[in-house]
């Protein structure tokens, strides 16, 4: 039901639709969880329990066990024996059946994961469910495609896995991410300690659950909730044979060093700053979509985010005034709520982050313009903010803020447009919005990033490769690319 009255604080005419709630009791949340090593869940043991907070409503939605050493331990050897008793040597044929038995569940109970991702997380129900959700259950069934046909993935005639890998997720994407990492290792024949983000542990735990429900082999996958010690444990351990992180670039490095030196294999995919280049022949509607997609879809904590918005210069002021008009039409509010376009902040640390660099922006110069809505009194949020008048000296323009913000830039020629897109220490992803076919080749070509979307942005896709280059981190997720990290590079 809609109804036409003014708008929500921002003045003018517009929509208000009905509260339009998904039940929480779709969730099925239970008050506490365990962490799941050698197909059980176990109970806190010494390194105790934490709590996950909704990040839009600060209530406590369960209490997680923590892994401590002994865990990282008992985890590693859990893994082990299952990766040379059982998943090893089984065939890929019979690997590929607990794969999609995996990705069938996950669409089975696609509703309930939706529902919790969007407490835990603070991401809108729209993008859980229409995103994490199915892009996850997508990338189970892509790689149990593949268990069994290895030798044809060229990577030689008999590639094999590589052991245990120990795996660290952040907080953005907690599923899809947990499943970017798992599906390709285990349907290389490895088996997988994961360490799921301290402020977003709980569908990584169902999806535990739901490893069990496939009854998935014990110590093929074990999930290990805690801080970043757990992740530094797993990725420190001797039993792991292959380290796989998404994270900051900062943690990134400190993966690297620890991981120097040893025999492990690494695969590192970190931090962005995305240019977002619109030509003055771009279809301006469409670009402004583009444009609101690539850096306010999960509210900008996205590592392949377009945050830098280049500009051709005679298209500036009518694209901006366009985009503020579409920006005063998003709906920041309850995540739950199916109408809603901008959650929460996942939380308070990464809130503080945002408003500091926001202020940042302000001092060196910067024109801020937020969208004038009304805040929810309780939670983390931050309103959809566009800073115009950026130089690319400023850190809005070099640093990753993880959040709603866009900083714009302006350029002339397609030339000074690539000088100003390469013109960061990262090298993700970047977006061209131009007519002429010609002229998106030209920049693809130029554009050093992993990713270059032509009028569209933050498109994913099992079957395609991710990956980044310098700060943003080295290897390839997704895609017959995707396999090769996790398996052994001597039998090529
Ligand atoms: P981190 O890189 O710290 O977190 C990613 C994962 O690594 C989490 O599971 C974290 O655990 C874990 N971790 C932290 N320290 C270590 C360590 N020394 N060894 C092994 N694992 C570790 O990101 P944050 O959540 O702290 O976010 C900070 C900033 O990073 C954000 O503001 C954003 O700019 C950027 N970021 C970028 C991401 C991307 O995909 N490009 C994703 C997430 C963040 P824990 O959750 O307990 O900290």
Known sequence: MMASTSGPGGGGSSWVYAPAPESRQTGRLRESY???IDGEFRGPGAAGAMKSVNPATEEVLAEVAVAGPAEVDAAVAAARRAYQEVWGPMPGRERAKYLYRVARILQERSRELAVVETLDNGKPIRESRDVDVPLAAAHWFYYAGWADKLAYAGYGRDPRPLGVAGQVIPWNFPLLMAAWKLAPALAAGNTCVLKPAETTPLTALVLAEICQQAELPPGVVNVLPGAGDVGAAVVAHPGVDKVAFTGSTEVGRQIAAMVAG?????????????????????????AVEGIVNGIFFNQGHVCCAGSRLLVQESVHDELLDRLRRRLATLRLGDPLDKNTDIGAINSAAQLDRIRELTRVGEAEGATRW??????????FWFPPTVFTGVSQAHRIAREEIFGPVLSVLTFRTPVEAV???????????????????????????????????????????????????????????GGRHGLEPYLAAEQR
């Not at 937020?370 to 939670?379: A, Q, T, W």
């Not at 000088?419 to 998106?440: D, F, I, Q």
């Not at 080749?441 to 280059?469: H, I």
Request: charged fraction near 25%; hydrophobic fraction near 35%.
């Open 34 to 36: 365990g962490m799941f």
């Open 419 to 477: 000088e100003k897109a390469n013109n960061t220490p990262y090298g993700l992803s970047a977006g061209v919005w131009t007519e002429k076919g010609s002229r998106m080749l030209w920049m693809a070509q130029r554009l050093r990033a992993g990713v270059v979307w032509a009028n569209t942005f933050n498109r994913f896709d099992p079957t395609s490769p991710f990956g980044g280059y310098r700060e943003s981190g080295f290897g390839r997720e």
């Open 262 to 286: 040893t025999r492990k294999r690494l695969t590192l995919e970190l931090g962005g700053k995305a240019a977002n280049v619109v030509f003055d022949d771009a279809p301006i509607d469409q």
């Open 370 to 379: 937020s969208v004038p809505c009304e805040l929810p009194d309780r939670g």
